[in-house]
């Protein structure tokens, strides 16, 4: 594929989901993150998209709500993984609510093996997750339903929360900064999403990589009144994220991060570079010698050492 064919790809993509994470562009226009990175860079220069860390949204500074068809297909892996971590956080006996999101309907799909929970939401998809464990309680809020991400929204399901007091509150967003704290595109999602928090003793933030220094319209939460941010690893990879979450920390916010296993694929990678034989003064190390035949590999790294690798190039 040339590179205007990548780009137009990569553009509609944007333009169709509202916010596309690097890995995801990877995946669809079949080349490596580094190449699609200098992708955006351009379509960046020419005002078509802004970067994101860790991806891009569409131009003007705010990022787009995705629907949920779109969602589902975004950082699948990280979710996952901030899910087994946030599960963690609940004990047998709490009464909890979670907001909407793909992250949060992960976060229930695990939830239904804690005994004696009481579960609140406003989440269609977090009610179908939890509707077959026998040991939890799920109750739903009044509203109107928003089709776009299947959950109940609106005056209705803001007065059912009203007078609601629980341990701790499951939320996700569109974006998540130090310096404005939680954010959504949808004024009516941001409004139940203020109302679930302050029910809540403790507010946990669930939030990838491709969140994090990401702004939209509607702020949801100040960063002071969130507790914890359970985010993925990936935002220990780029400086801009990694920037984005220490001063979340400095700000008072506990940081969690779920591991995708990425530092021990970088390990084995530098590992694996230094057995290789170092051949004489200019040749690089492990090139054949002259007249000789360039040996077969030993083996292949698994997929996240070899994105790394690539991406340290």
Do not use: W
Request: charged share 20%; aromatic share 2%.
């Amino acid at each position: 594929m040339f590179a205007a064919e990548r780009r137009q790809l990569i553009l509609e993509m944007v333009r169709a989901n509202g916010a596309v994470s690097l890995r995801e562009l990877a995946r669809v226009v079949q080349t490596s993150e580094v190449t699609v990175r200098r992708d955006v860079r351009a379509l960046e220069s020419e005002g078509l998209l802004d970067r994101r860390h860790g991806g891009a949204v569409l131009p003007g500074g705010f990022s787009r709500d995705p629907g949920y068809p779109q969602k589902t297909h975004l950082a699948t892996a990280e979710k996952s993984a901030i899910a087994d971590l946030a599960a963690d956080m609940v004990e047998e006996g709490d009464a909890i609510v979670v907001g909407a999101g793909t992250t949060t309907q992960e976060l229930a799909r695990r939830l239904a093996r804690v005994p004696g929970l009481t579960v609140v939401t406003n989440s269609l998809l977090v009610a179908q997750a939890l509707a077959h464990a026998n040991r939890v309680e799920v109750v739903m809020t009044g509203g109107t339903l928003r089709g776009s991400n299947y959950a109940l929204v609106g005056s209705g399901a803001e007065q059912s929360l009203a007078g609601l007091r629980v341990t701790k509150a499951f939320i996700s967003g569109s974006g998540l900064t130090a310096e404005r704290g939680l954010s959504t595109a949808n004024m009516l999602s941001a409004s139940v999403d203020r109302a679930l928090v302050q029910a809540a003793s403790e507010v946990i933030v669930l939030a990838d990589h491709t969140k994090l220094g990401a702004d939209s319209m509607f702020q949801t939460v100040a960063t002071e009144a969130i507790t914890r941010l359970v985010t993925d690893e990936r935002t220990l990879l780029d400086d801009l994220t990694s920037r984005e979450q220490h001063a979340l920390a400095d700000c008072g916010v506990q940081v969690s991060v779920a591991s995708l296993g990425l530092a021990a694929a970088e390990s084995g990678a530098h590992q694996q570079a230094a057995r290789r034989p170092a051949g004489p003064p200019g040749l690089a190390p492990g090139s054949p010698l002259p007249g000789q035949r360039r040996p077969a590999p030993h083996g292949t790294l698994p997929p996240a050492a070899a994105r790394l690798a690539e991406r340290i190039r």
